[in-house]
């Protein structure tokens, strides 16, 4: 179905300019070479430094933002069918979903080699996956562009809700360019950009348009059972009991209202899951690791880019320091009412 990704521990204190941090004795010499300077060269990928993509998905709500997309897909009766009879999602839970998650990393960090690649792969998957409806009989494939578009609207509606609502500082200009952003990427997956929407009012009427063809059947429930007691070994049964719930419902409690009216629940009080989103805590992904190798501090994930005008010009650097690279600090500045 999607990626997704799961939130984690609280931040060190941010320091600012008139807060500098705290120097090293002077005798003490590094333990640690610099890092590499960036190629002059280095490729920057599909989306690049200077994208909102680039800036937001460094954020670990991503986690939580997939989850939720995969609540959300699995109304689509089609859809979900796909996923049921080809899915490895019931025998190997974790792996499916690091390598989703993984190849979210890779179009969006990755080089432009590596995007295409893991599209061209997704791609050889999906064009020999049949699937057989079980009210109808029909036999259709799983790379129908219907198919393929409710997921991707899903993922990018789910990672825009989450990352907005939990205080990411992003306004909707900002948010039109996103979706933008993404629309190119869908040929990746097999999808003409051109029936792609291209702006959020543009999303949001997708919805509209497809909401009556949404149903909770038994395979949403199988999907909707697994996302909130995935199977583990027996050994990390503690383990999931500590861990997952905290993702699985949140991502739960964000679904739209008719979402939780289609899955039978009460939706749950907005003000309370924007608190719990704003509350959770964050912890960067790995891939953002190999892009600074590749491209430079200067190209770290912040969402200071995006709520200063004009810092995505800033010099490479600007970043590093804790007023433009502390997430939380951003967040609890920008933090947006109830």
Known sequence: MSPVPAADGPHPPSHSPTHPQPQPHPRRRPTAPPPPAPQATADP???????????????????????????????HPRAVRGVLEFSDFRRDA???????????????????????????RVRRIHERLKVTDPATGERYGVDEPELLLWVHCTEIDSYLHVLRRSGYPLDDAQADRYVAEHRDRTRLVGLDPRRVPATTDQLARYFERVRPLLAAGPDARTVEDFLRRPPVPAALVPARALLWPPVSDLAHAALPPYA?????????????????????????????????????????????????????????GRAEHGDGGGSARWRRRRRRPG
């Open 45 to 75: 990928g599909l989306f690049g430094p200077d994208s909102v993509t680039w800036q937001m998905h460094g954020d670990p709500m991503m986690w939580i933002a997939g989850v939720r997309a995969l609540y959300l897909q699995a109304l």
């Open 94 to 120: 974790w792996g499916r979903l690091m390598r989703t998650a993984d190849y979210v990393g890779t179009v969006t960090y990755g080089t432009t080699d590596a995007a295409e690649r893991a599209g061209a």
């Open 260 to 316: 939780h009216e289609l899955y039978g629940r009460p939706a749950p009080d907005p003000a309370r899951v924007t608190r719990m989103l704003t509350a959770t805590g964050r912890l960067p992904p790995g891939h953002i690791v190999d892009a600074m190798t590749r491209l430079g501090p200067g190209s770290r994930p912040t969402p200071y880019k995006l709520s200063v005008p004009g810092a995505i010009l800033d010099p490479t």
